[in-house]
């Protein structure tokens, strides 16, 4: 196609745009309000993934040794563990490196444990790492029946119950944003049809002439990609700006508990391609839809 | 130039309208197709451009043949064929310029010779000094004239006019008919329903007389044969 031929088009498209005013307003909106949930949607979804996949990573059995025990039982102890074929990795952690982990993970108010130095309460463990996070249960089970040991730990409780919240929340989300999608698509299917009927005389003279039913097309066709493309220019920025505000804010803080949110770049850029995407996607469906119901060229 | 074999055409709700014409126009020919209303001219005259298609027969226009055409082939057929109705068909928001330019715009013909074609064709109809004024800013004859301008500006093997004086007073419509005159002389086939019977008794022409769906008379320099 020529360069002017696309011009034309394009400047056909805009043309609808403003002319139906308030329809083009309607359907923006609606795009708008659509991409913006979806995109708030999948920054929460997201995220809450990757924590959960982070907590999951991090999901280990701790075995508690029994204060009993000495050096070579300890080691038999070590190598039974490390016999079992779930195992990935088996590493050890002293009363003494237990401590300091606390304190130090406590910050100011681990100082009051300062004093437990010479009478340590913890005991020697290991900390037992599985090839996959979901065989922590069944090498837990195993290990407690070993001799030597005083207790076995292990998260896999939390980590389930975060799947099970990301799962909920993904369907409540998937169900309202399939809504909002079709009620986007149904204003921008009609503002396309009002442009093609307030149009019929031109259509009719076009197709008199000898048009070619794509050369009809394409205006109607655009018009929709830029209805959707605009849509998506609000929920792009604000999505950028708010999740900026919320990594700067939160993001220290989570740190701490030893989660990370994902990172802004390339997050945004990915977050902002995705709404850009299912906003032509609305945008060219809707008016595709009202190409072949109402334009039989 | 068009050829019909044994043409019919039923409607989707029974109507009969076509029933069995067969019909030859040669290049550079110029005929009038009468009859009454509702005689089947207007469906005659449509599957010439096909905007309606034949249910039964063969019909060829221009080297093209319409029964096996298909539709997006139909462009090509059209961009040979200037189409003229009575009631113009002008898009009121554009100047008499813009309405005769659209025709080549929407078939992506190149500015240059947009100019060129256009002002040659309003030279034609006489409107050069209108070009500028909207459709509703000129009287009846002359927004025809735009039609037809607009019909020829491609430079169309044929011409098709659907009762192209119907809405004029009759001074206005020996001006239009002069211009079809004048289409016609410099070669351009010419194919015209018309009630007018002045006209047609005038200008001695081939007439072909449509009645039920069928010709029921064809002659060389004939006359209209009703009741005007």
């Not at chain 2, 330019?101 to 078939?107: D, P, Y």
């Amino acid at each position: 196609m020529k360069a002017r031929t696309i011009a034309r088009h394009v400047r056909e498209g805009l043309k609808s745009l403003v002319r139906n005013g308030w329809m083009t307003f309607a359907s923006i909106s609606a795009v708008t309000v659509t991409l913006l949930l979806t995109g708030v949607f999948l920054i929460l979804l997201l995220n809450m993934n990757a924590i959960a996949s982070q907590i999951e990573d991090d999901v280990e059995v701790r075995v508690y040794i029994d204060r009993s025990a000495d050096e070579q039982q300890m080691d038999e102890l070590k190598q039974q563990i490390e016999q079992l074929p779930e195992v990935d990795a088996v590493s050890f952690v002293s009363k003494e490196e237990g401590l300091e982990n606390l304190i130090e993970s406590l910050g100011d108010e681990g100082k009051a444990f300062e004093s437990l130095r010479d009478e340590n309460p913890l005991q020697d463990m290991y900390v037992i790492k599985t090839d996959i996070p979901q065989d922590t249960v069944t090498v837990a089970k195993h290990v407690e029946t070993f001799d030597y040991v005083d207790e076995v730990r292990y998260g896999k409780g939390t980590v389930e119950r975060l799947f099970k919240v990301v799962e909920v929340s993904r369907n409540i989300g998937l169900v309202l944003i399939i809504g909002l999608i079709f009620t986007a698509l149904f204003l921008i299917a009609n503002t396309i049809k009002l442009t093609i009927l307030s149009r019929s005389k031109e259509i009719e003279i076009m197709k008199l002439v000898g048009a070619t039913n794509a050369f009809i097309r394409w205006p109607f066709f655009i018009e929709g990609l830029l209805l959707g493309l605009i849509g998506s220019i609000i929920p792009i920025v604000v999505l950028i700006a708010g999740y900026n505000f919320l990594y700067s804010e939160f993001n220290a803080k989570l740190t701490t508990m030893f989660i990370q949110l994902l990172p802004v770049y390339p997050f945004v850029i990915q977050l902002a391609l995705i709404l850009m995407f299912i906003g032509v996607f609305i945008g060219v469906w809707g008016s595709l839809t009202s190409i072949r119901k109402f334009l039989r060229v | 130039m068009i050829l019909m074999e044994d043409v019919w055409k039923t409607y989707p709700n029974g109507v009969m309208a076509v029933n069995g014409i067969d019909f030859k126009l040669d290049k550079g020919d110029f005929v009038y197709v009468v009859g009454p209303s509702g005689a089947g001219k207007s469906t005659f005259i449509k599957m010439i451009y096909r905007e309606e298609k034949p249910t039964k027969g063969k019909i060829v226009v221009s080297d093209i043949d319409l029964t096996s055409l298909k539709e997006r082939d139909v462009p090509k057929l059209r961009r040979k064929i200037g189409v003229v109705f009575q009631d113009f068909k002008l898009l009121p928001k554009l100047t008499v310029y813009e309405n005769v330019a659209f025709a080549l715009e929407v078939i992506e013909e190149s500015p240059d010779n947009i100019k060129r074609k256009v002002m040659d064709v309003l030279e034609l109809v006489k409107l050069k000094n209108k070009a500028r004024m909207y459709p509703e800013e000129l009287s009846g004859g002359e927004q025809q004239r735009v039609s037809i301008a607009r019909s020829i500006v491609n430079n169309p093997e044929l011409v098709v006019a659907d009762e192209p004086t119907g809405n004029l007073d009759p001074d206005t419509a020996w001006g239009i008919m002069e211009i079809f005159e004048e289409i016609n002389n410099r070669g351009t086939t010419i194919i015209m329903a018309t009630h007018n019977k002045e006209i047609v008794d005038a200008t001695k022409r081939r007439v072909v007389a449509i009645e039920g769906g069928r010709i029921v008379r064809d002659e060389q320099q004939g006359e209209y044969g009703y009741e005007s």
